[in-house]
């Protein structure tokens, strides 16, 4: 309805005016309570009025008053709540009532407005996105006829309102969105300035823009112009770092690094580096963003505990080949026992290189494969075949299988396989689930002389046969056959390895 | 015949027997034994006044690296071969030998043949 077009009476003439007033003056509205003012003043003077009020679902969906003109609480009281539509109902229309008294509203509410000396009065919607979130009344205290021109102002009040109300709603919710982004960018800020972390951001060619406070006191900066991050690093680390860096940014990609950078106070810390891309809302490439970790104590530790089981492994092995020095000179002049002294020193140099494959990974396992590549000497993949899936073994096991594979191999130099040059062995082995057969190891001689059954167990089947059964937990057949030994050992899981 | 006989070869071994060991056997095959050293200032002392063709030196003397004693032969070209317990991946000057312990006489016999120039022969 186009007001500015109706008739052009001198009293509406003035109602426009007072309309044009109210959208001027809902323009410039700072708060809610502007807006209801506003409203009331347009009402009551439009409507020739003294007593008014205004009415809005609250976030229950209750009518609450929220503006009033002459109104007692008792009153307001007992009537608020009450509505002819509910929240959020559309195509709604105003409702003009002349004489409460001939409607056939309950009697407490019309005694109500008795008791308030209210006769006629209006229900108008005030709607916003089209749907109901309110209602402002107009009061008579007489039987109040509403003319046709009345109800149209009135609904062109109720229009009026409710854009404001909308566009009020809106503003605020915006308000309250821009709020909660600055509150959240500031908790991050806060949080990066605070983490015990150094935290940075660099531009794509790789200035830093951002750092935060741990990593300004690392270095000791205060103002990021001119400051060459590159030059803190450790000048045998510099190429290093820098290439890794320029790879990332030029691949955009993630990089992890570590190296040792000059501190404010001149010494070096190893700092660990993780930097990932960083992108803009609009998928453009910016810089990377990382993160620093002083690793100095933790490396430090590792390499001590490196040094000390390297230490470990010195003196065991001192002590061994002492314990060989003795031997020799025990038995020396001896000609009759040069054999076994030699076997014994076999045995102790068996039990030596395994110390070596265990100190190499901290003493935690060794591989099967290294293990058995050790124990035959040169011969693997020339005369010994060995195939079977990466199997990690503990430092016992190790140590055991090693043995247990010396006395194998130097049997089969001497009766076995190896023996003639056309001999060869295959060593395999598998896992499975199974736990009564989680590694099956197989050491196949293949000759053409036919072996003999050894007649005399000796130190060497105790170490396959019973050594290698008891570490293993392992059922161990040896199986003289005419083309060679076959030696089968089927073991059991490990205790240890059960839950994994 | 053995082609190290007549060289003169260094042993620098803190462990006793060790270094007697090595020294009967660097001398079983004919070699001039100068030492054996215990300590590493006992190394220097000897390298002083006695000329060498090869050494053996153990990497780790009474918790202290040997590396000044080897330091100061491969700056003079001498030939080293390290003892050491600590395998293959010891820190040492690479080209030189290492002889990781306990060795046979056959090994070191290898070892010292190898520093000085001639085939590397079978170990075994």
């Keep these: 309805m186009d007001l500015v077009m109706e008739i052009p009476s001198r009293a509406e003439t003035g109602d426009t005016a007072a309309l044009l007033r109210l959208t001027d003056r809902l323009y410039r509205v700072d708060s809610l309570d502007d807006v209801f003012g506003a409203a009331l003043d347009a009402i009551t003077e439009l409507l020739g009025c003294e007593?008014?009020?205004?009415?809005?679902?609250?976030?229950?969906?209750?009518?609450r008053f929220v503006a009033w003109r002459k109104l007692s609480d008792a009153y307001r009281q007992k009537v608020d709540g009450h509505t002819p539509w509910k929240p959020g109902e559309r195509d709604v229309a105003p409702i003009f009532v002349s004489d409460i008294a001939t409607t056939a509203e309950p009697d407490w509410l019309k005694q109500?407005?008795?008791?308030?000396?209210?006769?006629?009065?209006?229900?108008v919607p005030l709607m916003a996105k089209g749907e109901v979130v309110g209602k402002f009344?107009?009061?008579?205290?007489?039987?109040?006829?509403?003319?046709?021109?009345?109800?149209?102002?009135?609904?062109?009040?109720?229009?009026?309102?409710?854009?404001?109300?909308?566009?009020?709603?809106?503003?605020?919710?915006?308000?309250?969105t821009e709020r909660r982004l600055r509150e959240s960018e500031d908790r991050f800020r806060r949080m990066s300035e605070d983490a015990p972390i150094m935290i940075w951001i660099s531009d794509s060619a790789g200035h830093c823009l951002h750092l935060n406070q741990m990593l300004r006191t690392f270095w000791g900066v205060t103002e990021l112009e001119g400051f060459d991050w590159a030059s803190t690093i450790h000048p045998d680390d510099q190429q290093a770092i820098g290439a890794a860096m320029a790879e990332a940014i030029r691949t955009r990609s993630s990089a992890r690094v570590k190296g040792r950078y000059c501190r404010h106070d001149g010494v070096y810390r190893i700092l660990e580096t993780v930097a990932r891309p960083n992108y803009a809302d609009d998928g453009r490439f910016d810089g990377m963003i990382g993160v620093n970790v002083d690793v100095t104590e933790r490396e430090e530790a590792d390499q001590h505990k490196q040094l000390l089981i390297n230490e470990l492994n010195h003196r065991v092995k001192n002590t061994l080949a002492v314990v060989q020095s003795v031997a020799r000179q025990s038995f020396k002049g001896d000609a009759s026992i040069d054999a076994k002294v030699k076997s014994f020193e076999g045995r102790l140099s068996a039990l030596a290189q395994t110390h070596n494959l265990l100190a190499a990974e901290s003493w935690q396992s060794a591989s099967l494969e290294e293990v058995v590549r050790q124990?035959?000497?040169?011969?693997?993949?020339?005369?010994?075949r060995i195939a079977g899936?990466?199997?990690?073994?503990?430092?016992?096991?190790?140590?055991?299988?090693?043995?247990?594979?010396?006395?194998?191999?130097?049997?089969?130099?001497?009766?076995?396989?190896?023996?003639?040059?056309?001999?060869?062995?295959?060593?395999?082995?598998?896992?499975?689930?199974?736990?009564?057969?989680?590694?099956?190891?197989?050491?196949?001689?293949?000759?053409?002389?036919p072996i003999q059954k050894p007649t005399r167990r000796g130190f060497g089947s105790t170490m396959i046969e019973k050594a290698l059964g008891a570490e293993f937990n392992a059922e161990v057949e040896m199986n003289y056959l005419p083309e060679g030994l076959v030696c089968t050992v089927v073991a059991r899981k490990p205790a240890s390895l059960e839950t994994r | 015949?053995?082609?190290?006989?007549?060289?003169?070869?260094l042993v620098l071994e803190d462990e006793f027997l060790l270094a007697m060991e090595a020294a009967e056997t660097l001398e079983d095959l004919g070699v001039v034994v100068v030492g054996p050293a215990y300590r590493i200032d006992a190394a220097m002392a000897l390298l002083a006044t006695e000329q060498v063709d090869a050494a053996l030196l153990d990497v780790n003397i009474g918790g202290m690296p040997s590396s000044v004693v080897a330091d100061h032969l491969i700056a003079r070209g001498v030939p080293v071969v390290f003892a050491t317990g600590y395998g293959a991946r010891a820190d040492v000057v690479s080209g030189h030998v290492i002889l990781d312990k306990p060795y046979t006489r056959e090994q070191m016999r290898a070892a010292l043949l190898q520093v000085l120039g001639y085939e590397k022969e079978p170990s075994r």
């Excluded at chain 1, 309102?161 to 309250?176: H, I, P, Q």
């Excluded at chain 1, 191999?409 to 896992?431: E, P």
Aim: hydrophobic share 40%; glycine share 6%; proline share 3%.
């Design chain 1, 389 to 449: 899936p990466r199997v990690q073994l503990e430092p016992k096991q190790a140590v055991t299988t090693a043995m247990a594979l010396h006395e194998l191999y130097t049997n089969a130099v001497k009766h076995g396989a190896l023996r003639s040059t056309d001999g060869t062995i295959d060593f395999t082995w598998q896992t499975t689930d199974e736990p009564g057969q989680w590694l099956t190891m197989r050491w196949q001689e293949t000759c053409r002389e």
């Design chain 1, 51 to 63: 007593r008014a009020s205004i009415l809005l679902f609250d976030d229950l969906g209750v009518m």
């Design chain 1, 137 to 176: 009344m107009t009061y008579f205290p007489e039987v109040h006829e509403f003319t046709s021109h009345e109800r149209e102002l009135a609904v062109a009040i109720a229009r009026q309102v409710g854009f404001s109300l909308e566009r009020y709603r809106a503003d605020s919710a915006r308000t309250a």
């Design chain 1, 375 to 384: 124990s035959v000497n040169g011969d693997a993949d020339v005369r010994i």
């Design chain 1, 112 to 123: 109500t407005l008795s008791n308030e000396g209210i006769t006629g009065l209006g229900f």
């Design chain 2, 1 to 9: 015949m053995s082609t190290v006989a007549g060289k003169r070869v």
